[in-house]
């Protein structure tokens, strides 16, 4: 839940007009994520650590909007890193477990807010098979500006997976998260490793996804 300086700041900055425009005048769109994803990330660290963390670590980046996300508006990425950074010199746990930690925090906010799209796929491998052509696909439906990572499956037996990720983010760690939570929402045990891979099938980090155990 926001606290109620945070609620005040979302609100006075949703009657800003024209987000959209803000994003074509001030930054190029490859280097903005959704907005969604920072109001996602304020509520993870409020959930997690305290309100008052969430104010100091919005304070530590200061932001040029006063930390007033909206889920609709369009910040750049360098903002999500700065804001990881910041938690992480707060609370002493690593950038890269903190990332992944909001993977699973994001998957279940997925589940609870896009149901029907968990709900379609029977198990862990279809519903992540479905995520390059059919979730991000429906999601760039309705975030048109979306920037979204490419996830190609390069083999699949009834017991292991590979899948190769691709993003100039280089967020694979919030992909771990994301894949675990997607993991735990099925019920099935699997180990999800990754590494850096480059070569013929494409440069990027080769997701295993293991049910052997
Ligand atoms: C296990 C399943 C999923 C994985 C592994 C995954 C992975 C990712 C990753 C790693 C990013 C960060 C951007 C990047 O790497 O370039 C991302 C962005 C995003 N994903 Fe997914 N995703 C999954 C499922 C979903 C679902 C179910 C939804 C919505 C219902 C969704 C919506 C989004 C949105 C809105 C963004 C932000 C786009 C932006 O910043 O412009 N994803 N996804």
Known sequence: MVNGALKARFSAYSAQPALPKLLHVRYPVW???LGMVFTEFVEL???RFSPALADAVLQDVAPPHGGAYTAVG???HE???ALVGALSARTGVAAPELVKV??????KRFTQGHGEMFARSANLFDFVASIDGHIHVEVHKLYDQATLPRFK???RTPTTMTLLYQSSRNMEMLAQGLLEGAAQHYGEECRITQAPCSGAQ?????FTLDKTL
């Open 102 to 107: 909001f993977g699973h925090h994001l998957l």
């Open 31 to 33: 280097t903005v994520m």
């Open 74 to 76: 369009y910040y750049p």
């Open 202 to 206: 494409g440069d990027g980090v080769l």
């Open 45 to 47: 660290v409020e959930e």
């Open 153 to 155: 499956v390069l083999s």
């Open 79 to 81: 903002e999500m890193l």
